[in-house]
């Protein structure tokens, strides 16, 4: 039986679907300095020549990661919160969410590059631009009404979920489950200034 040869572009998809799967793996699980591009390269079953065709850097292969886990994210909170028409019945919803380990995962990753590139302004620049299109897509997804405007909401909606997910860490019992859908409930509470 013919197998069918992929072509060039196909096998440069297809190694670059392998070293994501594999970075996202030993990134979550080790963090960004304990993993190697050479632990990555193992991982997916290439070279480390490989990881630097595809991606040039390790920072250009967590930078492509953080951007497909945040389209992965987005996505999921857009089939949830879909169904609901109102900013409640939105903030209702993202409230029973239980919280996920692979978003601690991601968040703790998240941090430990930010810490890493703030030292280093060119690699700042290419996470602000990443961070930027993480909160437009957030921005999309902002319920109608609230006393925020759209891009002010996404900004405080991830200042708050990055600073309870670290809260969390620390004292898992200490930090409510509804937390989040109260702080969302008052700030969509329609803004008096904004009426009439």
Known sequence: MATTRLTRPERAAVT???LLDAAQLRFFRDGYHATSLDDIADEAGYTKGAVYGTFKSKAGLFLALFDEVVER???EIRRLLAPHEDGAAKAAALAVQPVDERNTQFLLLAIEFWVHAARDPA???????AYRRLR?????LAPAGGAFDDQRWAIVTLALSNGLALERLVDPDGVPDDLMASVQARMLAPDPRRAG
């Open 16 to 18: 670059r679907r392998e």
């Open 73 to 75: 994210r987005v996505e």
């Open 123 to 129: 690699l700042l620049d290419a996470f602000a631009d």
């Open 136 to 140: 437009h897509r957030l921005a999309e």
